[in-house]
Each structure stands twice: as structure tokens, then as C-alpha cells.
């Protein structure tokens, strides 16, 4: 079964740092852009941040810009999320999301459907 699946959330301390880490499963993630994807309770999951795979351009949302860094390793076939000055607003279930679609890397990021294979999610909480 092709799926993605999410690692390394936690339980952090508000300025703490975490990461996360994307790999697949029964595919090769070099020929996706990748992205991640938050949903706090009672709130719609949004867009985070994501990679091209085409030349590695990447997108923040304006809420982890200069927090949080995205990169992938083709070699290990992995994507990663540093999460850094994690802030209690953080606090969410994350989700990477793959998609073939030759598109504006931030276009991946603004929307929800379309995109080819979702993770079960990653919990991570930001308390004190």
C-alpha cells in the first residue's frame, strides 16, 4: 500500500525545537513536491510549508516563516520539518501530503484536495 508516514512529533517546552521527518512507503518521493500540513483542534488543517522536487524552491506560511525549515534528502528519501521557538499556537496534528502536479511550489501549500498521498498525522504539543 503507497502512503506516507510522518515521525518525531512530541511533547515540547514553548521556545523548544522539534523535528519532523516524511518518508514513503512503496514509492520514491524524489519525483513529488511535499508538503506539510497542520490542524489544531477546531480549526481547518492548513498549509505549513513545502519543497519542490523540481529545484528545491520552498514555501512558508507567514506564521513559521523564519521558525521553521523544510528539506529533503532524496538519498534517504525523506523529508524533514525543523521545527524551532516552538510557541504554544504550534500545537497541532501534522500531516505531509506528496503531489505530482507540476505547479507553483506555494500552490501546493493553499489548497487541500488534489494532492496524491497524505501521512496518518504527527501530534505535536507545545505546552510549559
Known amino acids: 500500500q503507497l502512503r506516507l508516514v510522518e515521525s518525531g512529533g512530541g511533547l515540547v517546552q514553548p521556545g523548544g525545537s522539534l523535528r519532523l521527518s516524511c518518508a514513503p512507503s512503496?514509492?520514491?518521493?524524489?519525483?513529488?513536491?511535499i508538503g506539510w500540513f497542520r490542524q489544531a483542534p477546531g480549526k481547518e488543517r492548513e498549509g505549513v510549508s513545502c519543497?519542490?522536487?523540481?529545484?528545491?524552491?520552498?514555501y512558508y506560511a507567514d506564521s513559521v516563516k523564519g521558525r521553521f525549515t523544510i528539506s529533503r534528502d532524496n538519498a534517504k528519501n525523506t523529508v524533514y520539518l525543523q521545527m524551532n521557538s516552538l510557541k504554544p499556537e504550534d500545537t497541532a496534528v501534522y500531516y505531509c501530503?506528496?503531489?505530482?502536479?507540476?505547479?507553483?511550489?506555494?500552490?501546493?501549500?493553499?489548497?487541500?484536495?488534489?494532492?496524491?498521498?497524505w501521512g496518518q498525522g504527527a501530534q505535536v504539543t507545545v505546552s510549559s
Open positions: 519543497i519542490s522536487s523540481a529545484d528545491g524552491s520552498t
Open positions: 501530503a506528496a503531489d505530482s502536479e507540476l505547479q507553483p511550489i506555494q500552490a501546493m501549500c493553499d489548497t487541500l484536495i488534489g494532492h496524491d498521498y
Open positions: 512503496g514509492f520514491t518521493l524524489g519525483y513529488y513536491d
